[in-house]
């Protein structure tokens, strides 16, 4: 019987290349939410898998619990979390940053984070081979100008990912944090509120990782036997050697 996987931001960049690697070998409940994107994927990978689509948006925490709930009893067998769904609001010095990008930010990235995980956890105990993998990002374990908050939810999936690695311990449930440096996906656009030039920019001048970059490394560390927790991964482009340093032609 395949494991069955519970992908958050499963519409776009990271999350949508994860469900598709991850496809031929496990059930995926993919989450998001743009609807018609989820049909989309749906009915794209439901030719190799089951796919199970949740639409819910991760700051509701009710929409949230109720979405897990919806679940029949067969696809509540959850095995995996992977909690993907996040992004940037903005990029301006903190005392300049509009505050609902900020407050945006802490309830997507953070607060969502902890009621998926906290309306998944249960199911997962329940598993004998489960496992979270939290996206977090470079931007989790340095800080950079204009990114404060950005940086400080980012900052809390690392400690989240810790924490919940020491709690989940007697469990057997095993945590994986991801750092992503720079990867080319909607990121910047929904960074820059749309604007495709500043977006396209930040990619200039230097090959930044894709999706599947990350969802690769996603699928490696599921694949290790079942006694080998990988604790984290920082997975940087060839040409960029910290948060703030690129080597750009
Ligand atoms: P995308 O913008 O391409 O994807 C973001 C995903 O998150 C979408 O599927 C979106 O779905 C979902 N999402 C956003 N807000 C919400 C919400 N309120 N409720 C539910 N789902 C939501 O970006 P990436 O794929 O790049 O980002 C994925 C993760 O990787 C994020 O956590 C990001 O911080 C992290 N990361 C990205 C890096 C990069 O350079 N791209 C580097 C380091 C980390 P929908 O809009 O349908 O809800
Ligand atoms: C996304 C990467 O460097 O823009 O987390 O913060 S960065």
Redesign the pocket.
């Known amino acids: 019987m395949k494991r069955t996987v519970f992908i958050t931001g499963a519409t776009s960049g990271i999350g949508m290349a994860t469900a598709k690697i991850l496809a031929s070998d496990y059930r995926l409940i993919l989450c998001g939410r743009r609807q018609d994107r989820l049909n989309e994927i749906e009915n794209e990978l439901n030719k190799l898998t089951d796919v199970k689509t949740l639409q819910f948006d991760v700051r509701d925490k009710d929409a949230v619990f109720n979405a897990v709930e919806s679940l029949d009893d067969e696809w509540k067998s959850i095995d995996i979390l992977i909690n993907n769904a996040g992004n ?1 609001h903005g990029l301006a010095p903190f005392d300049e940053a509009e505050l609902d990008d900020l407050i945006s930010m802490i309830d997507i990235n953070v607060k969502g984070l902890i009621y998926v995980s906290k309306a998944v956890i249960p199911f997962l105990k329940k598993s004998n081979n489960s496992h979270i993998v939290n996206i977090s ?3 989790g374990k340095e800080v ?1 100008p204009n ?1 404060a908050t ?2 400080a939810s ?1 900052a809390a999936v690392e400690s989240l990912s810790k924490g919940m690695r020491f709690d989940l311990l007697p469990y057997g449930v095993k945590v994986s944090n991801v750092a ?4 080319e996906t909607e ?2 656009l929904v ?1 820059f509120k749309g604007d495709k030039e500043k977006a396209e920019n ?1 990619y200039k001048g230097f090959d930044p990782l894709v999706a599947e970059d990350i969802a690769n490394a996603i699928a490696y560390l599921l694949n290790q036997p079942e006694h080998v927790q990988l604790a984290d991964i920082t997975v940087f482009p060839k040409a960029q050697a910290s ?1 703030t340093n690129f080597f750009k032609k």
């Open positions: 940037a990002s470079i931007a950079y990114g950005y940086c980012k992503p440096g720079a990867v990121f910047s960074r930040v948060g």
